[in-house]
């Protein structure tokens, strides 16, 4: 039962927004250097789009797999296909994307964009750190408030 005056008791909630905060930047940290790792070895070129494949979607309707030349590091001309497809397309016929692709075997390849390389740890790593800022100003906001704004009467 609360009493007029105090605060209810949220500390176990707090403990497990800390605990998540921590799990969510940490899983995001890791998701975070392993694309980068994986970008870190493999040779990056660019890509011209030459073609918006039409596939069937999972709904019956019509999506589109981009399809991108590029050369690798002797000149040797190779062919990128987007792995999922999308309506509407992610790239338009003439695109310059940025693809990566192994020196050894230049035939596995993968586009390079922030969202499909990066996109989850830059979800997790900013829910981890706003959960964080809910902590510190739960834990810390009272305390302001009584320093900075004194009963007046």
């Known amino acids: 039962m609360e009493v007029a005056g105090e605060q209810p008791n949220r500390g176990w909630a707090m403990h497990i927004l800390k605990i998540l905060s921590v799990l969510l930047i940490a899983g995001g940290g890791a998701l975070l250097y392993r694309a980068w790792s994986t970008i870190a070895g493999h040779e990056i070129t660019n890509g011209n789009v030459v073609q918006l494949l039409p596939v069937r979607g999972s709904k019956g309707g019509t999506n589109y797999k981009v399809v991108a030349t590029f050369q690798d590091y002797m000149g040797k001309k190779h062919t990128y296909m987007q792995s999922g497809s999308s309506n509407p397309p992610m790239n338009r016929v003439g695109d310059v994307i940025k693809i990566m692709y192994e ?12 969202w499909s390389r990066f996109g989850t740890a830059w979800i997790l790593l900013g829910l981890g750190l706003l959960f964080l800022w809910i902590v510190v100003g739960s834990q810390y906001g009272n305390g302001f408030i009584y320093s900075h704004f004194p009963n007046t009467h």
């Open 103 to 114: 020196r050894e075997n230049p035939e596995r390849n993968a586009s390079l964009e922030f």
